[in-house]
């Protein structure tokens, strides 16, 4: 199962996420589910580095692993729009939840 767990600040701002896991949909290089949770969030990392200048601190392990870390204090623009691109990453991998339910989990803490 894919596990994500989503980070909030007390203002409900995302400020990290973490990504571990394999779908086990299907075999190696037809797992759907995989593929899809693989292309949101990686996805919505490299379009707030496009489209914003931000660096998030990524890091990325086995399993699937990827924590992604939002800087703090960025300008109040900047950060409309990272979170803009975030809370649009979290509707596509709920989308595949409610799909695949059996196969990705999303939690959120604060």
Wanted: net charge negative.
């Amino acid at each position: 199962m894919i596990e994500t767990t989503i980070y909030r600040t007390e203002t409900g701002r995302v400020r990290s996420f973490t990504m571990s896991g394999h779908a086990l949909f299907a075999n190696h290089g037809n797992d759907i589910v995989c593929a899809g949770a693989s292309a949101i969030s990686f996805g919505a990392v490299n379009s707030i580095i496009a489209l914003t200048g931000v660096q998030p601190e990524i890091e990325q392990g086995e399993d699937g692993f990827l924590r992604c870390v939002i800087p703090e204090n960025l300008p109040e623009d900047v950060q409309e729009k990272v979170q803009l691109l975030l809370e649009g990453m979290i509707v596509s991998l709920q989308t595949i939840e409610r799909d695949y339910g059996k196969y990705i989990k999303i939690t959120f803490k604060k």
